[in-house]
C-alpha cells in the first residue's frame, strides 16, 4: 500500500495495522528485506496516527461557565487537565 493510499485509512485502521506490524517484527520471522519494508510501512503508519491525533486534538473545545453563567468554549490544551 502506497503513502497517498495510508492517507485515506482511518486512525483506528492505521494502529490497527501497526500493531500488527510491531508483532511481526517482534516475532523475528522475517527475512531481512521484509521487515525493513515493514519497519518503512510502520513509520508511514506512525506519522498518519500521530497526524490523526493532533487534528482530533484541535478540533476538541473546553466548555467553560463564567461567574455570571454564561457557557463559552476555548480551545483545549493538554496542559489545562488536572492530575
Known amino acids: 500500500m502506497t503513502k497517498a493510499n495510508s492517507e485515506n ?14 508483532r511481526q517484527l517482534e516475532s523475528g ?9 515493514s ?9 498518519l496516527c500521530e497526524s490523526k491525533l493532533k487534528e482530533a486534538q484541535a ?3 473546553k466548555i467553560t461557565v463564567s461567574a ?4 463559552t468554549t476555548e480551545s483545549f490544551r493538554l496542559s489545562d487537565q488536572k492530575s
Do not use: C
Not at 485509512?9 to 510491531?22: G, R, Y
Not at 519497519?39 to 506519522?47: I, T
Open 68 to 71: 455570571d453563567g454564561k457557557a
Open 39 to 47: 519497519y518503512e510501512r510502520g513509520m508511514v503508519l506512525k506519522k
Open 59 to 61: 478540533k476538541i473545545e
Open 9 to 22: 485509512l482511518s486512525f483506528e485502521d492505521s494502529l490497527s495495522e501497526l500493531e500488527k506490524i510491531v
Open 29 to 37: 520471522e522475517a527475512d531481512l528485506k521484509s521487515s525493513i519494508d
